[in-house]
């Protein structure tokens, strides 16, 4: 599977677009991109994933790049529960029983 | 509301003592997970299970067990076996034929002194 890369650290204004990006340069033709966030001490929620077009749902937008070397998660309007760590995961549609990989993660804080 | 409960939330308990984790969902979902999480790193699989009375060993399967007898129930024992028990387990659940669309409890954190 492909390794993704994530800035550690972010900040937000509330009510500004939070726009997160992941590196994923070895990605290959059937591997999905996933996004999940974990606010602490809950358990990891999903968000939305894509293959190589754009996609949106009522949490977020995903944006892939033609190239689909890198990937960025877009929260339109962040509010302050969004403030969390979010995980980018690179996956073969499906195998491997459903193991998710969750790499470090980028920690987001929304600021008043 | 359909979703996935655990309890208890926390859990205390001594060394050499077995404790059994509770995992229900009622999403009607087949596949059903468990993981572990230790402070700042990501889960670990410890067993997954897709249909009633099957599940394959993950990662980490050492000095745990678990049982499926029903769709909705997928409990976890961790036995004495496991040197390191005391850690964030979450429970997870997903259609089989999206398996990485994982819907996840609240999590049980187990202390054992």
């Known amino acids: 599977d492909a390794k993704t890369t994530q800035p550690t650290s972010m900040d937000c204004a509330e009510g500004r677009a939070a726009n997160l990006p992941c590196n994923h340069s070895t990605i290959s033709g059937n591997e999905y991109v996933y996004w999940y966030r974990q606010i602490h001490s809950q358990g990891p929620q999903y968000i939305i994933h894509g293959l190589k077009n754009n996609e949106t749902n009522e949490m977020a937008s995903l944006i892939i790049t033609e190239d689909r070397k890198s990937s960025t998660l877009i929260l339109p309007h962040a509010t302050l529960r969004d403030t969390a760590v979010y995980y980018c995961i690179v996956r073969v549609g499906y195998n491997q029983g459903g193991k998710l990989i969750f790499g470090q993660g980028t920690e987001l804080s929304v600021k008043p | 509301d359909g979703g996935i409960t655990q309890s208890p939330k926390y859990l205390f308990r001594k060394e050499g003592q077995n404790v059994t984790l509770s995992c229900e969902q009622n999403?009607?979902?087949?596949?059903m997970y468990w993981y572990r999480q230790d402070p700042g790193q990501g889960l670990r699989l410890i067993y997954y299970?897709?249909?009633?009375?099957?599940?394959q060993k993950g990662d980490i399967a050492e000095g745990y067990s678990v049982s499926r007898e029903k769709k909705e129930s997928f409990p976890l024992t961790v036995t004495s076996a496991q040197k390191n028990p005391t850690a964030f387990y979450l429970c997870?659940?997903?259609?089989?034929?999206?398996?990485?669309?994982?819907?996840f409890g609240p999590g049980t954190r187990l202390t054992v002194t």
């Open positions: 999403l009607n979902h087949d596949a």
């Open positions: 997870a659940s997903s259609i089989v034929g999206r398996v990485y669309e994982q819907y």
């Open positions: 299970s897709q249909i009633v009375n099957d599940f």
